[in-house]
C-alpha cells in the first residue's frame, strides 16, 4: 500500500495523516475548512479539491467525520468516495456513528467493489496525534490483511470484532458508555474535593496510584486542576454525539443503562452552558452549583 487519503482533517483526522506521512505513505486529504487544509499541506499532505477527488488514486481512504449524515455523504453520496475509488480498493470508516448507520453506508456501497471496514477508534487527540489509537474494526480478514500497513500506522492495537458494517460501531458504543460514566463520576469527584477544601495536586495523585486510576480520570483532572477547559481536543460535542448513540442502541435493544443516561445529562448540562468548551467543562457547571472550584493548589481560585 503506496497511497491512501483522509476525509476530515479535524483534531483526530489530521493525526491520522501526521502518521500516515511519517509511515512513508502519499496522503491526500479533503476538508471543508481552508485552515486545516494548510496545515495538512504543512505536514506533507497533497489536498484535494473534494472527498470524491481524494478517492481517485488511494487505495484505501479514512473517513474522520462527526456524523452518520456526513460519513454517507463522503463516501456514499452522489459526489462521493464510491464515484472515484477503484474497484478493490477500501474505504476505512474511523468515525463514529449510529451501527445502522454504517449498515446502511455498506447497503449503499454494495455492487461498487469498493470494501469498507467499519473502525471506529479509541484513544482521543492525544492517541491520534501520536498514533496510538485502538481500532474496532469489522471487515473481511482479507480486506483487513491488506490496510494493515496504513491502519498499524495510526494505531498501536488493532481488534477484528466481526466481519460486518454495525459491528465496530456496536462495540464503540459499549466503550464510550464506560468512558462516559468514569467521566461523569471524575467531575463529580472533582467537585466533591473543591466544596471539602482538598487541593486538585492531592486529589490526582491519590486517584491515579489507586485502583481509580486511569488515563480517562487521570486526563480529565489533570485538565481540571490545571483550567483548561478549552482547545485540548477533547470538545464537548463529540462525548455528547457518542453517549447519544450508546441510548440510543441501549432504547432499541431494551437495555437500561442508568450510569450513562447520567453522564448523558451532566454532559447535556455543560455543552448547554458552555457549547465551546471540552469534556471537563461539565465540572464547571458542578462548580457553580457547589461555589467552590478545584484547583492544583488548594486557595489559588480565590
Not at 491526500?28 to 505536514?43: H, I, N, Q, T
Not at 467531575?187 to 486517584?207: D, I, P, Q, R, T
Not at 486511569?214 to 460535542?237: K, M, P, W, Y
Amino acid at each position: 500500500m503506496k497511497h491512501v487519503g483522509v476525509v476530515g482533517l479535524g483534531d483526530m483526522g489530521s493525526g491520522l495523516a501526521l502518521n500516515l506521512v511519517k509511515a512513508g505513505l502519499t496522503v491526500s486529504g479533503f476538508d471543508l475548512s481552508e485552515k486545516r487544509m494548510e496545515a495538512f499541506a504543512a505536514l506533507g499532505g497533497q489536498p484535494a479539491a473534494s472527498a470524491a477527488d481524494v478517492g481517485k488514486d488511494a487505495e484505501a481512504v479514512f473517513v474522520m467525520v462527526m456524523t452518520g449524515a456526513q460519513a454517507h455523504d463522503v463516501i456514499a453520496g452522489d459526489a462521493g468516495l464510491v464515484t472515484t475509488m477503484a474497484p478493490g480498493s477500501t474505504v476505512i470508516l474511523t468515525a463514529t456513528i449510529q451501527p445502522s448507520e454504517a449498515r446502511a453506508i455498506a447497503t449503499a456501497i454494495e455492487g461498487s467493489s469498493i470494501h469498507l471496514i467499519d473502525s471506529p477508534v479509541s484513544g482521543g487527540f492525544p492517541g491520534a496525534q501520536s498514533g496510538q489509537l485502538t481500532m474496532m474494526a469489522a471487515g473481511p480478514d482479507a480486506v483487513l490483511d491488506a490496510c494493515l500497513p496504513a491502519m498499524q500506522a495510526v494505531s498501536k492495537t488493532i481488534h477484528r470484532v466481526g466481519t460486518e458494517a454495525g459491528a465496530g460501531q456496536t462495540v464503540k458504543a459499549c466503550l464510550q458508555s464506560i468512558i462516559g460514566s468514569i467521566f461523569s463520576a471524575t467531575f463529580e469527584a472533582a467537585a466533591l474535593a473543591a466544596k471539602a477544601g482538598v487541593s486538585g495536586e492531592v486529589l490526582h495523585k491519590v486517584v491515579t496510584t489507586s485502583s481509580a486510576g486511569c488515563v480517562v480520570s487521570s486526563t480529565a483532572l489533570e485538565n481540571i486542576i490545571d483550567r483548561q477547559f478549552e482547545g485540548t481536543g477533547s470538545h464537548i460535542s463529540t462525548m455528547y454525539k457518542d453517549l447519544t448513540i450508546s441510548l440510543d442502541m441501549a432504547r432499541d435493544l431494551g437495555v437500561p443503562l442508568h450510569t450513562a443516561s447520567i453522564a448523558m445529562q451532566l454532559f447535556q448540562a455543560g455543552k448547554t452552558r458552555y457549547p465551546n468548551g471540552d469534556n471537563w467543562v461539565v465540572t464547571r457547571v458542578l462548580e457553580e452549583i457547589v461555589g467552590a472550584e478545584l484547583h492544583r493548589k488548594a486557595g489559588d481560585g480565590k
